[in-house]
């Protein structure tokens, strides 16, 4: 996505703090961002904060810079105008046409389209008034993102909780983006951690959460594609896919990969799979006082389900392009390039997505740092940011692969 124009409102209420977050990802995600703050807003977050993380001065008084005619060309210079958190007031002036600050005449100057998510006191968000305007603007086709139901102010619990900021940012770009290029791709993604068992309450597993692959399903999604997903053991939340099927271990997901295939256009094997597995599992617990001082496990070979795959693409011609994944605990970038195209000889994919793991990086809800290399093994992108951030580059890389260019 080409940088935008991006102009982020922030209201006064408690919420405040997540805007920090969405500034924050907008600007590391290569976009120009504008901060407008009404005052209530900055009584939450201070100038500072904002004007450090925005790259940009913060603008809030209406009357600030009049010989450019600030309060008109904001909105007009803006590709989108996002407004977190959008309190019930703001919301029923924008619902009003109202403009009695620097935001509010934003708003009415924009030309692109109008992002709000709201934040507010279930009661408030229930309140037949505040319903009635969210109904009128998303009639004008303004984007609603939430809110969500969870922990309010004080001891309250409810909907009126703001959206995440991935989630307010996730719909920016899709209102900006509204084409629709992997319309038609059959895309099957794996994704989490498989566990192998030693007895009926033990097993051998990874620290895979499975928020890659749900943010490249949600990504997908949004730009067209039907997208199916394997999933073993994910934390993350599954967007609403054509079709998701849960397995467990290693060969159940190879079962469930290789059945697939025919029906498939792209896989993307973001899965962390077992290379090994237990040969025998225990029927019943494992005690220490059956183990003694020392408890030897002797492990086999999982079935290679990348592997496999290219060797069936080889033999059988067919049509579909596959993206490996590959973590590592690599100590330099140089290190990680080299173990990645070490990895492309063996398993010659597509495109290949490497990324450095460990104590603290690259798992859970974090954000990552990954390279991409083609099937010559050169780095056709380095991408730094959240989940849902990297998972777009991917899925550009995706749209360029042969597949697309021989389909038009």
Excluded at 308 to 325: C, H, I, N, Q, W
Excluded at 337 to 353: G, I, Q, S, T
Excluded at 394 to 405: Q, R, V
């Amino acid at each position: 996505m080409a940088p935008l124009k991006i102009v982020v409102g922030i209201t006064g209420g408690i919420a405040a703090y997540k805007a920090v977050s969405v500034v924050r990802g907008f600007v590391r995600d290569g976009h120009r961002v504008n901060v407008i703050a009404t005052e209530a807003a900055l009584r939450f977050v201070g100038r500072p904060t904002l004007e450090a993380l925005s790259r940009n001065p913060v603008h809030v008084d209406l009357y600030d810079e009049v010989a450019e005619v600030k309060h008109v060309a904001l909105g007009q210079e803006a590709d989108v105008v996002v407004i977190a958190p959008a309190t019930a007031n703001s919301i029923a002036q924008i619902a009003g046409g109202l403009a009695p600050d620097l935001l509010g005449n934003t708003v009415l100057a924009r030309r692109g389209p109008l992002v709000i998510a709201p934040a507010m006191h279930t009661e408030m968000w229930e309140n037949a008034a505040t319903q009635h305007n969210v109904s009128l603007l998303r009639e004008r086709g303004v984007i609603v993102v939430g809110p969500d139901s969870g922990a309010l102010t004080g001891q309250d619990v409810g909907p009126g909780r703001m959206s995440e900021p991935d989630d307010i940012i996730a719909a920016t770009y899709l209102a900006c983006a509204p084409k629709r290029d992997l319309s038609g791709i059959r895309i099957l993604i794996t994704g989490g951690g498989t566990h192998e068992p030693l007895d009926p309450v033990r097993f051998l597993g990874n620290r895979s959460s499975g928020h890659m692959a749900s943010a490249l399903a949600r990504v997908a999604l949004d730009r067209g594609a039907e997208v199916h997903v394997v999933g073993a053991h994910m934390e993350a939340q599954v967007p609403a896919v054509q079709s998701f099927t849960r397995v467990s271990t290693a060969r159940e997901m190879h079962s469930a990969v290789m059945s697939a295939l025919g029906t498939t256009d792209v896989l993307i094997m973001a899965a962390a799979v077992a290379d090994f597995r237990p040969e025998v599992v225990s029927p019943g617990k494992i005690k220490k006082s059956d183990a003694g001082d020392a408890l030897t496990i002797r492990l086999v070979r999982n079935p290679d389900i990348l592997e496999d795959v290219l060797r069936l693409r080889k033999e059988t011609g067919l049509r579909m392009s596959v993206v490996g994944f590959a973590a590592e605990t690599a100590e330099t970038q140089d290190a990680l390039r080299d173990l990645a195209r070490e990895k492309l000889r063996a398993k010659p994919c597509d495109l290949l997505v490497v990324n450095q793991v460990g104590d603290e990086v690259g798992f859970g809800e974090r954000e990552t740092s990954v390279l991409l290399l083609n099937a010559q093994g050169e780095v056709v992108d380095t991408v730094d940011g959240n989940k849902q951030s990297v998972a777009r580059r991917i899925l550009d890389g995706i749209h360029s692969l042969p597949l697309y260019s021989e389909r038009g």
